[in-house]
Structures are given as C-alpha cells and as structure tokens.
C-alpha cells in the first residue's frame, strides 16, 4: 500500500494491528477485525473510488465495555436502501455484496452521517469482558505501531517535498509540525542553529522564521553538538546535529521542561528529522550555488566575448620609425587588462595599457567604457591631461562611491616625432630606456581613476631622441611569490635592466621562464599584460627644444 498521508498509513496499522490483537471467526472471540476491513475497503473502493489523494479516517476505541469502530471518507456513503436494511446477494458464491450485511448483523448500533464533503460511520459492539481484558493487553503495542507508521508516512511526504521546496524556512517548519505530532507532550521550544557561516549565506531562506536561533544566543550543548558532531539528550530535551554530505550543517534543539522529557524513542525521531533538514538545507545550499555558478558562466561567456571582439588590441601598420609589440598571458577567462596603440586625428602615436580592479563581466564593461571614451576623444584635439581629468569625474559619478578603479598609464608620440608625453593615473611606473641603459621610471602623477573627484593629472615630456624603449606592464609582471616573498617590483626593474637590451623576445621568454620556475600554483597568478615600444635603428634622429 502507498502511504499518501498520515490517515493512510493510519488505516494499514489498523488492519494489520487488528489482526495481530485478535483472531478472527472464533466463536468465543468477536470478529471485529474483518468487519473493519469490510468498512475500510467500502471507503477505498466506493467512497474515495481508490484514489490515494483522498483522505480516509479510521479510529477504533473501547469505552465502557462498548468496541467503537469509525470510519470516514470523502464520498458520498451507501444508498440508503443498503444502509436500512442490508440483505445477502441473491447468488451466494459472488465474491461482493455481504460486506455491509455482515457488518450490521455483527454490531450492536450502527450510525451514518453524511454532508455535503463526507460520509461517516460508526459500528459499536458490546464486548465480553475477557475480551476487553485481552484488548487492553494488546492495546500499546498496536498504538505504539500505529505511531510509528504515521511517523514514516511523515517522512516520506516530508522526503517528497524536499525535492520540490523553494526554500528550507518552510519545510523546515512543516517539518517541525509533524515532529510535534510525533511526541507525546508538546515541546516548549523547538530550535534550528546553522552554522555561522551558513547562518549568513542562507538567512535569506529562513527570513521571517521564529525557530531560527543564532549561535550568540544558543545554549552551552549546542556549540558542543556543533563541534563534536554528535547527538546529546538529557532530562528535559536533545539537540541533535543537522548534518549532510559530511557537513556540519547545524543542530536541531528541543527543550521540553522539567515536567516532560523525552524517551529514547522520541529523542531518535528528532534526529531523523535532523538529517531530514540536513538533506532540505544541503540540496538548496548545492541549488543555490548550481545558479550562481550558471549565472558566473553566462558572465563570463558575455565578458569573454567583449574582450574578444571589442577590447582586442588592433594592428598597427609597420612603421619605419619603431617597433610596437603588444603581449599578455591571461590566468583567468577574462582579464582586467587592456592594452592598445593607435593614431588620433592629428597624427599622434598614442600607447595606452589599464588594468580595471576586479574580473569578469564589470572588468570587461569598464575596460571598454575607457576604450570607447579615448577613441572618442581621439577625433577631436587630443590633451592627455584633460582626458583622465574628464573620464575620472565621469567614472566617479558612475561609480557613485562604489571601491572599484582604473589604473592606467598613457604615452604620446607627436606626429612630428619630436617629443614625448607620458601621464600615469595609479599605475606601476613606464620604464624608459636609453642605449640599453633604465634613464627613467615615469611614477603616477595622480590616483587611480574613479576613485575621488576632480583630481588634477600632470603629464610629463620629454625629447624623443632621448629615449629608444618604452615598457609599461600591468602588475601581473611582477606580484607573484617566489618562495615566501613577492617577488615585486624592484627585482622586475633589475631584471628588465640585465636582460632588455638582449631583445624584447629574450626578455618576454626569461621573464616567462623565471615565473614557471618559481610559481607551482599557476592559479594564483594575476594577468600578465605587457606594452613595447623601441625606436628604429633606421630612423633619423630629430631634436627639438620644449
């Protein structure tokens, strides 16, 4: 038998319990338990019409020496001419129709009441007294099997619903009401205790849910429960860990009084309807990240794709005059690190590399928010100054306080090819080269962008013929650990000076090199981006006086 509900379960206990308690069809002994079947399966078959979401009642008592039997179903009962006067079959050896004719030959009384939902009846039977004394005998072994099949079929509605719940807060608390039904006193105090960790990711589930308990205000037991993983029962209640996929989840306490207590049985129902809530709180815990890791990955594709097709640094044509070369090694799907060379309007070689605070989706937007706004201004009059002036207060009122930036650093050749103009907003230093020898770092001349408004950013210029490299890297280059110690920035700086002049290949492969050798977690390592810029040889050196 399916046990849909607890009335269900309730009326398989009866028949089998009855028939455990008495033998049937003895002449000295009263044949009640058939004549209960015979009331029962009428209420399966013609009142609920076997339909196991209907709900039926059976009950059976012994008062003053008199057997009740009562059953109720959600049909509409017998014709009336059954019920007045119930008669045989004509055909004897048909195997239905006596039922309701033995039960009424077998009763004392027999009652009906229908309304417009229900049908009821009600057999009654006086008893010997030796039987009532047999009854009696058998009387807490059946409740006691009686009780035990509601509790299953508790558990199999409240195992259903875990697979269909929307949050744990209520199944929780329809779970708490069943447990109440299960013990013999009402408890003063049922509570659930999460871990802390859990008390802060899930709280939104349990909102507005009174059985809910912090660990601050939670009884001496219930850390000792949390740390010991294991169940403690005394005189007036039990707290039993909350436990599934081998987590400590929390605990479920119950308190019950002085005047109560909980027997053995009671106290092993309250941990079965913790690992119950074990189960309900870890399968919406694992939902709940299953969503936010989809979520992250349709992120990251979106992201993926705005760094592929919008922020990919374009190709210059060769020039005569130098050399440009772009380079990065990415250690996530998408970096906070752009990089791009182009011309303005006017002719000006402009070289620009920024690193956006943070990954994914709102570090590819805001990388290209800033490539959208330079090529913006790129065709009109291009001042180094007044463009991280203005992006710096447009982005702070994005922001609107908000912690995040843009780090970058920006160099300017003239079209003439005379001077240049370097302006740093928070970013590690341009390294400027000369006959292989370090002539200058180009420190930040202003804080990051985005971070605080109207802020003044300074460029600095210089005679072009007095530099042939440029380097600027993002601090991927050099913030990753060599043994205990980062291997920072100064090392980077000695390491550019002994191995530059050898080549940008030589330095790009050691530097790589280096990295591999030293760092075995390839994961904790931040994005790599490099800007390379080396006057030609070839070209013919011009001077000018700034």
Same mark, same amino acid.
């Given at each position: 038998?399916?046990?849909?509900?607890?009335?269900?379960?309730?009326?398989?206990?009866?028949?089998?319990?009855?028939?455990?308690?008495?033998?049937?069809?003895?002449?000295?002994?009263?044949?009640?338990?058939?004549?209960?079947?015979?009331?029962?399966?009428?209420?399966?078959?013609?009142?609920?019409?076997?339909?196991?979401?209907?709900?039926?009642?059976?009950?059976?008592?012994?008062?003053?020496?008199?057997?009740?039997?009562?059953?109720?179903?959600?049909?509409?009962?017998?014709?009336?001419?059954?019920?007045?006067?119930?008669?045989?079959?004509?055909?004897?050896?048909?195997?239905?129709?006596?039922?309701?004719?033995?039960?009424?030959?077998?009763?004392?009384?027999?009652?009906?009441?229908?309304?417009?939902?229900?049908?009821?009846?009600?057999?009654?039977?006086?008893?010997?007294?030796?039987?009532?004394?047999?009854l009696?005998?058998?009387?807490?072994?059946?409740?006691?099997?009686?009780?035990?099949?509601?509790? #299953?079929?508790?558990?199999?509605?409240?195992?259903?619903?875990?697979?269909?719940?929307?949050?744990p807060?209520?199944?929780?608390?329809?779970?708490?009401?069943?447990?109440?039904?299960? #013990?013999?006193?009402?408890?003063?105090?049922?509570?659930?205790?999460?871990?802390?960790?859990?008390?802060?990711?899930?709280?939104d589930?349990f909102?507005?849910?009174?059985?809910?308990?912090?660990?601050?205000?939670?009884?001496?037991?219930?850390?000792?429960?949390?740390?010991?993983?294991?169940?403690?029962?005394?005189?007036?209640?039990?707290?039993?860990?909350i436990?599934?996929?081998?987590?400590?989840?929390?605990?479920?306490?119950?308190?019950?009084?002085?005047e109560?207590?909980?027997?053995?049985?009671?106290?092993?129902?309250?941990?079965?309807?913790?690992?119950?809530?074990?189960?309900?709180?870890?399968?919406?815990?694992?939902?709940?990240?299953?969503?936010?890791?989809?979520?992250?990955?349709?992120?990251?594709?979106?992201?993926?794709?705005?760094?592929?097709e919008?922020?990919?640094?374009?190709?210059?044509?060769?020039?005569?005059?130098?050399?440009?070369?772009?380079?990065?090694a990415?250690?996530?799907?998408?970096?906070?690190?752009?990089?791009?060379?182009?011309?303005?309007?006017?002719?000006?070689?402009?070289?620009?590399?920024?690193?956006?605070?943070?990954?994914?989706?709102?570090?590819?937007?805001?990388?290209?928010?800033?490539?959208?706004?330079?090529?913006?201004? #790129?065709?009109?009059?291009?001042?180094l100054?007044e463009?991280?002036?203005?992006?710096?207060?447009?982005?702070?009122?994005?922001?609107?306080?908000?912690?995040?930036?843009?780090?970058?650093?920006?160099?300017?050749?003239?079209?003439?090819?005379?001077?240049?103009?370097?302006?740093?907003?928070?970013?590690?230093?341009?390294?400027?080269?000369?006959?292989?020898?370090?002539?200058?770092?180009?420190?930040?001349?202003?804080?990051?962008?985005?971070?605080?408004?109207?802020?003044?950013?300074?460029?600095?210029?210089?005679?072009?013929?007095?530099?042939?490299?440029?380097?600027?890297?993002?601090?991927?280059?050099?913030?990753?650990?060599?043994?205990?110690n980062?291997?920072?920035?100064?090392?980077?700086?000695?390491?550019?000076?002994?191995?530059?002049?050898?080549?940008?290949?030589?330095?790009?492969?050691?530097?790589?090199?280096?990295?591999?050798?030293?760092?075995?977690?390839?994961?904790? #390592?931040?994005?790599?981006?490099?800007?390379?810029?080396?006057?030609?040889?070839?070209?013919?050196?011009?001077?000018?006086?700034?």
């Amino acid at each position: 038998m399916i046990l849909d509900n607890v009335s269900a379960a309730r009326s398989a206990s009866l028949s089998r319990g009855s028939n455990l308690a008495v033998e049937s069809y003895q002449s000295e002994r009263v044949s009640f338990p058939a004549h209960l079947n015979h009331l029962v399966n009428n209420a399966i078959s013609h009142g609920s019409n076997s339909d196991p979401s209907r709900e039926i009642v059976v009950s059976w008592a012994v008062i003053e020496g008199q057997l009740e039997l009562r059953v109720k179903d959600e049909g509409n009962g017998p014709p009336d001419r059954f019920t007045r006067s119930p008669r045989l079959p004509d055909d004897l050896t048909q195997q239905r129709g006596r039922g309701l004719y033995l039960v009424h030959n077998f009763s004392d009384s027999w009652e009906h009441w229908r309304s417009e939902s229900s049908y009821c009846c009600v057999v009654r039977k006086r008893l010997a007294a030796s039987l009532q004394a047999e009854l009696s005998k058998h009387a807490a072994p059946f409740e006691s099997f009686e009780r035990s099949v509601s509790e #299953l079929s508790a558990f199999y509605q409240l195992g259903a619903a875990i697979l269909h719940q929307d949050a744990p807060g209520t199944f929780v608390e329809k779970g708490i009401e069943h447990l109440v039904g299960c #013990l013999h006193a009402r408890p003063k105090r049922f509570s659930v205790i999460l871990s802390e960790r859990l008390h802060c990711e899930l709280s939104d589930a349990f909102d507005g849910h009174t059985y809910l308990r912090s660990i601050a205000d939670a009884p001496e037991v219930v850390l000792q429960v949390l740390r010991g993983g294991r169940g403690v029962d005394w005189a007036d209640g039990c707290c039993h860990p909350i436990v599934a996929n081998e987590m400590n989840l929390g605990c479920l306490l119950v308190e019950v009084g002085k005047e109560g207590g909980l027997s053995m049985t009671e106290s092993g129902q309250t941990r079965v309807f913790a690992d119950l809530f074990g189960i309900a709180i870890d399968h919406y815990r694992l939902r709940k990240e299953r969503h936010h890791d989809e979520q992250f990955r349709r992120e990251t594709e979106f992201a993926t794709r705005i760094q592929r097709e919008l922020l990919h640094p374009r190709e210059l044509p060769p020039s005569p005059y130098w050399e440009i070369v772009h380079r990065s090694a990415a250690h996530s799907m998408v970096a906070g690190d752009f990089q791009e060379s182009c011309y303005d309007r006017e002719g000006n070689l402009i070289m620009v590399i920024i690193d956006v605070m943070g990954k994914g989706a709102t570090a590819a937007i805001f990388a290209f928010m800033f490539r959208t706004a330079l090529h913006a201004r #790129l065709q009109s009059d291009f001042d180094l100054e007044e463009f991280l002036e203005s992006f710096n207060n447009t982005l702070h009122d994005w922001l609107g306080g908000d912690t995040r930036f843009i780090t970058c650093s920006i160099v300017k050749v003239d079209a003439a090819r005379t001077t240049l103009e370097v302006i740093n907003a928070g970013h590690c230093p341009a390294l400027l080269f000369s006959g292989g020898e370090l002539v200058c770092q180009q420190h930040a001349t202003g804080p990051p962008l985005g971070i605080f408004a109207d802020c003044h950013y300074v460029s600095e210029r210089r005679e072009l013929y007095s530099v042939d490299t440029i380097l600027i890297v993002s601090d991927g280059v050099f913030e990753w650990f060599e043994g205990e110690n980062v291997w920072g920035w100064e090392n980077f700086v000695d390491f550019a000076k002994t191995t530059l002049p050898f080549g940008y290949d030589t330095f790009w492969n050691s530097l790589q090199e280096r990295i591999n050798r030293s760092v075995e977690d390839r994961t904790s #390592l931040d994005d790599q981006t490099l800007l390379w810029w080396n006057r030609s040889a070839l070209a013919p050196e011009t001077s000018s006086t700034i």
